[in-house]
């Protein structure tokens, strides 16, 4: 969990009490993950991964770079919940996929050595998911083995300040639900959880 800072409007630890949680707004997320990709990326298990661009294309949010992998990633915003994201999410990978390799250079010199067989990871962040697309999303990554990867998020607040919760879908059984984060939060330090695995594993 991250604390909003709004003076900075970057992403840090958090400090002490009250837990209240509210939907995210899209263009602040967005502003937020790009400000602060190391902390984000780091919350989410992705590290790794290189932020490129914001909105290169009207279409993606963010492009990043899996150095490890030598892959692109296409990584969508969205404060929603709405049936229509894994749709657009999809329809997004497959477009940048198609890319060749000057289109590729011309959003950074570092793509140059992208090997263009694989398609990019693709990394969904939203307030909620459609209960279809969960399945969906599960379905295409343990039957098919398509590099997609989702995240839950929420903004809460946290006595004075501001925090931002992020979760893995589908979310694993036994995964803590915000009374537990509450509860830990009270404790002198919570257990750190596992990192999700990342991209391509």
């Given at each position: 969990?991250?604390?909003?800072?709004?003076?900075?409007?970057?992403?840090?630890?958090?400090?002490?009490?009250?837990?209240?949680?509210?939907?995210?707004?899209?263009?602040?997320?967005?502003?937020?993950?790009?400000?602060?990709?190391?902390?984000?990326?780091?919350?989410?298990?992705?590290?790794?991964?290189?932020?490129?661009?914001?909105?290169?294309?009207?279409?993606?949010d963010l492009l990043g770079f899996d150095e490890t992998r030598n892959?692109?990633?296409?990584?969508?915003?969205?404060?929603?919940?709405?049936?229509?994201?894994?749709?657009?999410?999809?329809?997004?990978?497959?477009?940048?996929?198609?890319?060749?390799?000057?289109?590729?250079?011309?959003?950074?010199?570092?793509?140059?050595?992208?090997?263009?067989?694989?398609?990019?990871?693709?990394?969904?962040?939203?307030?909620?998911?459609?209960?279809?697309?969960?399945?969906?999303?599960?379905?295409?990554?343990?039957?098919?083995?398509?590099?997609?990867?989702?995240?839950?998020?929420?903004?809460?607040?946290?006595?004075?300040?501001?925090?931002?919760?992020?979760?893995?879908?589908?979310?694993?059984?036994?995964?803590?639900?915000?009374?537990t984060l509450l509860d830990d939060s009270r404790g002198q330090q919570?257990?750190?959880?596992?990192?999700?695995?990342?991209?391509?594993?």
């Amino acid at each position: 969990m991250l604390r909003i800072d709004e003076t900075s409007g970057t992403l840090v630890a958090p400090q002490a009490s009250g837990l209240m949680e509210s939907p995210p707004d899209r263009e602040e997320l967005l502003g937020l993950i790009t400000s602060s990709w190391d902390a984000f990326s780091a919350e989410l298990g992705l590290n790794g991964i290189r932020l490129l661009s914001r909105e290169p294309v009207p279409y993606v949010d963010l492009l990043g770079f899996d150095e490890t992998r030598n892959r692109v990633v296409v990584i969508l915003v969205t404060g929603d919940t709405v049936e229509w994201q894994l749709g657009r999410a999809l329809g997004a990978a497959a477009d940048v996929a198609a890319w060749d390799r000057e289109r590729l250079v011309s959003v950074d010199p570092g793509l140059e050595a992208v090997d263009g067989a694989e398609s990019p990871s693709l990394v969904l962040i939203a307030g909620g998911y459609d209960p279809r697309a969960l399945t969906t999303i599960d379905w295409l990554a343990s039957r098919h083995d398509v590099p997609v990867f989702a995240y839950t998020v929420a903004m809460m607040r946290f006595g004075n300040e501001r925090l931002l919760s992020v979760r893995r879908e589908p979310a694993e059984d036994g995964a803590p639900d915000m009374n537990t984060l509450l509860d830990d939060s009270r404790g002198q330090q919570a257990e750190p959880a596992e990192a999700p695995a990342q991209p391509d594993e």
